[in-house]
């Protein structure tokens, strides 16, 4: 296995001289070298050929006795430093201090093809910011994140990816639901791969510590190295009246409204397709404005705006699926706060703030109207998409199979004709009836009026909602079954999800069985209803 291995992050930016794997704080650097736990019986349990390719491991190497050793920890590849970093963070609204890869290994970068790739390891031991934990992570945990990468790719979700998942031969004691029963479950390892892992937290790291020195160094490392036509448009706007200073400024301004504008695509992504992450802290945060840490995430199998998958959250619901978007404004406040040193001015910050709730709401009715057929979006849209989601609130309703179905309704059907065309999508169907059927057929029928305005036939509009709503998702109970089998070593499951998950736009008769809602078992079964952070 040969990679083109860079060094870029370790080579340039301040790293803890103190060299001993015990927690501890770390003042004035970005990460700690550490070197994995190596496994007892390590086993690859699944791989993503398709990133491999990306990254320039081949099939064979796959299948090479050096691709087991360097993923599972048990080798240092050749010319790298395996290295933790150090951030900080909000957590649940509430300052955290220094957090930190409590369970995260970068091994390396790698270049192929004019693209960066950082590879890491989750669950491959402890390192200084590892707190209170084993910096382990089991099996149940590392295939949700496995499989949830992967199927966010497919469905043009931006995220990190996962290149491999394997067994370590270890057995890990975990208190899934924090109520003093612990027990041992499989390890398991998952190397994670993106541009890089750089995070808000990481910018509060030093600001909080008002190390205003290693702010500026990591800043301009990540302008350089992630968004280097900021440099060049910061320097097109030259004058000779604006100083070496003002131009600094316009950098990081330029770097903050990018940041902005990706997290807020981010999050609209999220909302279309019915996913929430559950536990978005601002260490949780990916300054490229991808999906980060798959930790207590879910999709919402009723639409419920109230719903969060994670139980640490279930009493307060900060974040809920309907409060994703203010959540995700709120953790960029917090990421200017910690930029404010280098721009100096609160004005220009805020505006940027200001702008991504007015694109934000825009940007979302334009989305909702992708996903109900309408091409030529109106203003009066607005109201429509409004009263669908208060509709959808009527009775339990499965909005993945909502918005698929609603593909089917033909612009000359009835109200009622268009109803019972999407009745497969509600839980119990008895239950529409008296107010909760009048509101429905209100709502289809001012949806039919507003479909005569369109000029797409009922097949091509069709063709367009099942674009952008997908038939198949990772539904927690999906994930559940996968890991029962994978405990008792049957991996079947995994890799048919896996596979299914690669085209969720497409209909594919052979996993019919998965377009349905979620069975009653899964109600209040763990792992399908509300899941935990332990990992």
Not at 25 to 39: E, L
Not at 301 to 327: H, L, M, S, V
Not at 494 to 515: A, H
Request: with cysteine; net charge negative.
């Amino acid at each position: 296995m040969k990679l083109n291995i860079q060094n870029r992050f370790i080579s340039e930016l301040p790293s803890d001289p103190n060299t001993k794997n015990e927690v501890r704080q770390v003042p004035s650097a970005c990460f700690s070298f550490v070197t994995p736990k190596i496994p007892s019986n390590p086993k690859l349990i699944h791989v993503s050929k398709e990133l491999a390719s990306l990254v320039g491991i081949s099939n064979e190497d796959l299948a090479s006795t050096d691709f087991l050793d360097v993923f599972s920890g048990i080798k240092v590849y050749e010319n790298t430093q395996p290295f933790a970093m150090n951030y900080a963070g909000h957590q649940f609204g509430n300052w955290a201090g220094q957090l930190g890869d409590g369970r995260a290994i970068n091994l390396f970068e790698v270049e192929h093809q004019n693209k960066f790739f950082t590879l890491q390891l989750k669950g491959a031991g402890k390192t200084p910011y590892s707190r209170r934990g084993d910096g382990l992570a089991v099996l149940r945990s590392s295939i949700r994140e496995h499989l949830c990468s992967e199927a966010m790719y497919h469905l043009g979700v931006p995220t990190t990816r996962s290149l491999a998942l394997l067994e370590t031969g270890d057995q890990v004691l975990r208190d899934v639901l924090y109520d003093g029963h612990p027990d041992f479950e499989k390890g398991a390892i998952v190397c994670r791969v993106a541009p890089s892992f750089i995070r808000f937290g990481s910018f509060e790291l030093f600001s909080a510590q008002n190390d205003i020195e290693n702010l500026k160094k990591l800043a301009d490392f990540t302008i350089k190295h992630y968004f280097p036509h900021l440099v060049t448009s910061s320097m097109s706007l030259r004058a000779e009246s604006r100083s070496e200073k003002q131009e600094g400024k316009q950098k990081y301004l330029d770097f903050f409204q990018e940041v902005t504008t990706t997290t807020k695509n981010l999050i609209l992504h999220w909302q279309r397709v019915g996913f929430v992450h559950g536990v978005m802290n601002t260490d949780n945060m990916s300054i490229h404005g991808i999906t980060i840490d798959y930790g207590p995430y879910g999709w919402m199998d009723d639409f419920n705006p109230n719903w969060t998958p994670n139980t640490t959250d279930a009493e307060g619901k900060r974040y809920r699926f309907g409060n994703q978007p203010n959540i995700a404004l709120w953790n960029l406040l917090q990421l200017a706060n910690a930029l404010y040193p280098l721009i100096e001015e609160v004005k220009p910050l805020e505006t940027i703030l200001e702008d991504y709730s007015n694109s934000f709401q825009s940007g979302f009715t334009k989305m909702m109207c992708t996903k109900i057929g309408l091409q030529n979006p109106k203003t009066s849209d607005e109201s429509i998409v409004n009263q669908l989601l208060v509709t959808l609130r009527e009775t339990e309703t499965d909005m993945t199979i909502f918005y698929r179905l609603l593909a089917t309704v033909s612009k000359n059907d009835t109200a009622e004709q268009a109803l019972e065309k999407i009745n497969f999508a509600f839980y119990i169907s008895e239950t529409v009836k008296d107010s909760v059927k009048e509101s429905w057929l209100y709502w289809f029928t001012i949806y039919l009026e507003r479909l005569q305005e369109e000029t797409l036939s009922d097949e091509e509009r069709s063709i367009q909602m099942n674009l952008v709503n997908p038939k198949y998702v990772l539904r927690n109970y999906m994930a559940q079954l996968a890991i029962e089998a994978a405990d008792e070593g049957d991996y079947t499951l995994l890799e048919e999800l896996f596979e299914m998950l690669k085209k969720p736009y497409d209909e594919k008769p052979e996993y019919q069985k998965w377009f349905a809602k979620r069975p009653d078992w899964a109600r209040t079964k763990i792992g399908c209803s509300m899941l935990s952070c332990s990992s």
